[in-house]
């Protein structure tokens, strides 16, 4: 886990040392194939993946008031975990514009449902940086878990993630 505020010198860093630094950012809530995936292709575009999470109050924004149902410390622990990740770092701005202008990375992985005009274009390629689409595993989404278990979820309640274990 890297502190936002460590975030600019280890770019640094690691630039210093010719590395190609890859960012992935997401919500990552209830992991499934298609997160394997992504992290797994965005770790074969470059020599360093940082992952950033979106913190409790971002995904509110985001996906609603029913969510995240794993807290923002929980999902980036369990990131942490993965071998392809080499950093984490958790943020809570609605998206991770300001994230990737502290980074600075030479390639942003996206999923194929936000595209090569996602809005994180702009500033990735501002800094010499591409973006990198991740074809989609069809059928399979968070969104789609939490709907099956829709009886238990009520997408219009107020709901606090589960703590940290």
Not at 73 to 98: C, G, M, N, Q, W
């Amino acid at each position: 886990m890297v502190r936002r505020e460590d975030l600019e010198s280890l770019s640094k860093r690691l630039k210093k040392k010719d590395k190609i630094i890859v960012t992935l950012n997401g919500t990552f809530d209830i992991l499934h194939k298609g997160h394997e995936k992504i992290i797994k292709e965005a770790k074969e575009q470059g020599d360093v993946l940082i992952v950033g999470v979106n913190s409790d109050s971002s995904v509110k924004l985001n996906k609603g008031p029913s969510r995240p149902l794993n807290s923002e410390l929980s999902r980036a622990r369990i990131l942490a975990a993965f071998d392809h990740v080499d950093y984490v770092t958790i943020f809570d701005e609605k998206t991770p514009l300001t994230l990737l202008e502290i980074i600075r990375p030479d390639v942003h992985v996206n999923g194929g449902d936000y595209g090569e005009n996602c809005i994180e274009a702009e500033t990735v390629k501002k800094h010499k940086g591409k973006i990198h689409i991740v074809k989609l595993i069809e059928g399979i989404s968070t969104t789609k878990l939490i709907k099956k278990q829709q009886p238990l979820i009520k997408n219009d309640k107020v709901h606090n993630p589960l703590p940290d274990i």
